[in-house]
């Protein structure tokens, strides 16, 4: 028997996303979230199609627009193949897709490709690629991730399509975009070398030192962005190698007033060897990579899985969902679909961090994207593990076009709400929004957000920043979730009926609703770039977080 929503949440059909949605990325300031597909024999989306004018068009399309608020898409032009490609964002919100595939009759080779989708207003916005600004090196499966410049680290990948790595197309460097000073435009990192032949998509996440922590196969280092050294070698994770095609998940958790903005890295599943026949592995390992003595803390999640998404909630808790529990990552190598998604509370103690929720009835197997949106609930699309397209009926895992949004237990007080407002408990649930907000912060810097809520005045409030980042191969680049200290809150009172209730009274509750927050205080905590300020009242987010700019 299925828990209710408030215990196991609820899975909702939102969409067609046009494109198989093999990686996915928000446009800051929207509800909108870009597509990118691989170049293959067919799609859906053709290139002159939306979801409104049935289609229309001649060829192809590679990428799509997709509204997370009506469900509707539009297609987007690529002049080359994004097929296993990373990306990200630059401070001025721009969107970057780097790297990519093999070229087709229909498009460029994208291995060292930059594609540009620049802010803009209006519904004509669209990739663009200037063929001349390019990397250095041709990349497949490489790893991108924000640093506290606020320029993209482009590290590792294959020089050509493979199902695995190997030292002949091994690509053991990494560059910067836009490109590092000088005449060096990349930097060897043997490190990459000593890591073969399981080390496509490193793991990579920028520390509050401004440093990163990288995890290729077992091994780990942190890597000094200063002088581009590794500055230490952390305990190697046990188990299996972690990175494609045992493809496990990473975090790097909240960073928050409470713990001190103490780093840490988790790490989840994988799968046990380079076989159809291997098993998802269970366990998760957690560690703190700038404490004096680092340690790798494992701890059994209640399913195995291989190819999870680990997407930060507004909560600070972790989802970690999609993958299979059978085979690696690739083209028909894996089977078993985990369906249920597992709740990850990394303020608990061992033993009591995991939860287990409600399932979908869709596998999301290998190319599948899961994070979190606006209003708190989770995007979940994707799932092309085939090496030609699969309809729907012809196969166990077709090629899957259907977009889902998981609202995890905490949308739902209302489930334990009666009619008085008052909870079985007979406690109100405190419920609201945010009615007033800057568009751009600095750092440092303290600001105002004005909150209007409902039923009871909050007791507890949290207030964060989170980036999504961009998702692929169960990679989350440049996610980041950071907590804000808060300053000042406004005087207690009792809820009102804003609808029926004297301006002096709706002035009264303005005043309480006044929350003054301080931005983070250096870029190592949060990049420059455009993130969502979601707050908590007392455990239920509000009804949507707002889009900020972090500038310096």
């Known amino acids: ?101 093999q070229p087709s009759d229909k498009v460029q080779q994208g291995y060292n490709g930059i594609r540009l989708y620049k802010p803009c207003n209006g519904t004509q916005c669209d990739w663009q690629q200037n063929f001349d600004v390019h990397l250095q ?39 910067l975009f836009p490109p590092l000073p000088g005449p060096r435009k990349t930097i ?31 091994k780990a280092v942190i890597l000094s962005t200063s002088t581009w050294k590794i500055i230490k070698r952390l305990p190697d994770i046990p188990g299996a190698p972690r990175n494609y095609p045992l493809t496990a998940g990473s975090v790097l ?43 790798w803390e494992m701890e059994d999640m209640p399913l195995g899985r291989m190819m999870p998404d680990m997407a930060h909630l507004a909560d600070g808790s972790i989802a970690i969902m999609n993958g299979a529990d059978t085979g690696t990552a690739g083209f028909e190598r894996a089977s078993d679909p985990v369906l249920h998604p597992v709740q990850y509370l990394p303020n608990e103690k061992p033993g009591y961090r995991f939860k287990v929720w409600n399932p979908s009835v869709i596998a999301r197997m290998y190319h599948s994207v899961a994070f979190m949106l606006p209003d708190a609930s989770l995007l979940v699309a994707g799932s092309n593990p085939n090496g030609k397209p699969v309809a729907y009926g012809d196969g166990p895992f077709p090629t899957e076009f259907r977009v889902e949004k998981f609202s995890p237990p905490y949308l739902f007080p209302q489930e334990t709400v009666g009619a008085d407002g008052e909870d079985a408990s007979g406690v109100a649930v405190a419920q609201g929004e945010i009615v007033g907000w800057p568009n751009k912060i600095h750092y440092g810097e303290t600001f105002d957000l004005s909150l209007q809520w409902y039923n009871k005045y909050p007791e507890n409030i949290r207030v964060a920043l989170v980036q999504p980042g961009f998702i692929t191969h169960s990679i989350h680049m440049s996610q980041r979730y950071v907590g804000l200290e808060i300053v000042k809150r406004g005087p207690k009172i009792e809820a009102v009926d804003v609808s029926t209730t004297p301006a002096a009274d709706k002035m009264g509750q303005a005043e309480a609703g006044l929350l ?37």
């Not at 380079?274 to 366990?283: D, G, H, I």
Request: with cysteine.
């Open 516 to 552: 003054r927050v301080k931005a983070p205080a250096t870029n190592g905590l949060a990049p420059p770039s455009h993130y969502m300020i979601v707050v908590i009242l007392d455990g239920v987010p509000v009804v949507e977080a707002k889009w900020v700019q972090l500038a310096t």
């Open 137 to 175: 090196e041709k990349r497949w499966y490489p790893t991108v991730e924000s640093l506290a410049s606020g320029d993209l680290f482009i590290i590792g990948g294959s020089n050509h399509a493979a199902s695995i790595n190997n030292g002949h197309i091994n690509v053991p460097n990494f560059e």
């Open 188 to 218: 060897d990192f043997p490190f990459l070398v000593e890591t073969l032949p399981n080390n496509l998509y490193p793991i990579v996440h920028l520390l509050p030192d401004k440093n990163l922590f990288i995890l290729a196969s077992t």
């Open 253 to 295: 958790l909240p960073l928050t007033p409470e713990n001190n903005f103490e780093p840490e890295i988790l790490v989840c599943g994988g799968a046990t060897e380079f076989s159809t026949r291997a098993k998802s592995v269970e366990s998760c390992g957690r560690i703190a990579p700038l404490s004096k003595k680092p340690t």
């Open 1 to 101: 028997m299925l828990a209710g929503a408030s215990l196991g949440g609820q899975w909702d059909l939102i969409g067609h996303s046009g494109v198989s949605a093999m990686h996915a990325i928000m446009r800051p300031f929207t509800n909108s979230v870009l597509f990118l597909e691989r170049v293959q024999a067919s799609t859906f989306a053709k290139m002159k199609g939306t979801s409104e004018n049935g289609n229309k068009g001649d060829t192809f399309a590679w990428s799509t627009e997709f509204s997370t608020t009506d469900g509707k898409w539009r297609s987007l032009n690529v002049h080359s193949n994004m097929f296993c490609s990373a990306g990200g964002y630059l401070p001025d919100g721009t969107v970057v897709s780097i790297a990519g595939g």
